[in-house]
């Protein structure tokens, strides 16, 4: 029997990351600031422009070959489609960025110590004492590098 796989779940901003929503506030500004992480508005402005940048350059690379002989609607449809894919493209490439920069930051500040938060999953490991993460069996422990 194979394992369960974990589902990928992509937050709408950065504050509803699992690592994020289980630490303290003031820790949590402080990871934040360290990750360069930009707020909601922000976030999905920046992407929203990559996709559509992205969008257009496609439109214009692809149109001889794709575009010039679509019906009107069925060119409006790939290019919506193109500008919602690229956008959640976008998305999910900044938040794995920024998730990955806070893992960093946690696994650093808990060196020689057990993580509070599962760095493979995102589970809240704090009230648990085990040296396993109990969702995923990662380890808890960060040791030093060197």
Excluded: Q
Excluded at 94 to 114: E, K, S
């Amino acid at each position: 029997m194979l394992p369960s796989a974990m589902p990928i779940s992509i937050p709408p901003t950065i504050e509803k990351i699992p690592e994020i929503a289980s630490l303290p506030p003031s820790t949590r500004t402080d990871m934040l600031a360290d990750a360069n992480a930009p707020g909601p508005w922000r976030l999905w402005l920046y992407n929203g422009s990559r996709g559509l940048i992205t969008t257009v350059i496609l439109i214009w690379l692809g149109h001889d070959a794709v575009y010039r002989d679509l019906p009107v609607i069925a060119s409006m449809l790939v290019i919506a489609t193109l500008l919602a894919t690229t956008t959640f493209l976008w998305h999910f490439w900044t938040i794995t960025r920024i998730r990955g920069r806070i893992r960093a930051g946690i696994a650093a500040a808990a060196v020689n110590d057990r993580t509070p938060i599962c760095l493979r999953c995102g589970y809240d490991c704090a009230t648990i004492e085990a040296d396993a993460c109990p969702e995923c069996g990662a380890g808890l422990f960060v040791s030093p590098r060197g």
